[in-house]
């Protein structure tokens, strides 16, 4: 089992109002799954993308990544699970808009300690397989949403993670673009990863093999 919650709950204080976004939530995954979670705005879907994906911790409840505890852990510990673990996609896709797309995709090997010479190269390599092999030296504001969105994706599978976490990946795409990025997703599939997308959009949620549906902070 590549992920296991028992009874996760988030609370969140907005001064002397609690609003509670996950009640008592338990997913399993197993590894090289492909599943969408679903759910309308506020319903807990990014949240429990959050505590997934080590972005956050669970007010309650117990959660195992790989067979390893990682809710009781520090903010340093969680860091490096997920730049070892896992890769994450963003609506927004989180650039950095001043530097080159190469750039941006090795940054977690950097990060990690590899040398200049060979994050580039393997940057370069994570560039052709979302085919962007001549789009290497733009930058963000020089690339299309879809190419732009590619970029995101490159630099979140750069470190061969055992899950990756695409939040409304397509939100900010047109329909081709749309098609393209989520046919990169299968094809990741098919390559044996884990791919979990947090969507509300049926069509990206057709491409999935599971859904998890989530609605008041609560799995249905």
Known sequence: ???DTKEVS????MGNIEVQA????????????????MGPSGSGKST????????????????????????NLD?????????KEIGFVFQSFNLIPRVKAY??????LLYRGTSPKEAQKQAIEALNLVGLGDRINHKPNELSGGETQRVAIARA???NPRVIFADEPTGNLDTKAS???????????????????????????????RIIKIRDGIVI
């Open 1 to 3: 089992m590549l992920i």
């Open 10 to 13: 988030k609370t969140y204080k």
């Open 22 to 37: 996950l009640k008592g939530v338990s997913v399993q995954i197993e590894e090289g799954e492909y599943l969408t979670i």
């Open 48 to 71: 429990l993308m959050h505590i997934l994906g080590c972005l956050d911790t669970p007010t309650s409840g117990i959660y195992f990544l790989g067979g390893k505890r990682v809710d």
């Open 75 to 83: 903010d340093d510990t969680l860091a490096e699970i997920r730049n």
């Open 103 to 108: 750039e941006n995709v090795e940054l977690p």
């Open 157 to 159: 599978i750069i470190t």
């Open 179 to 209: 098609g393209e990025i989520m046919g990169i997703f299968d094809n990741l599939h098919k390559q044996g990863k884990t791919v979990i997308i947090v969507t509300h959009d049926m069509e990206v949620s057709a491409h999935t093999k």
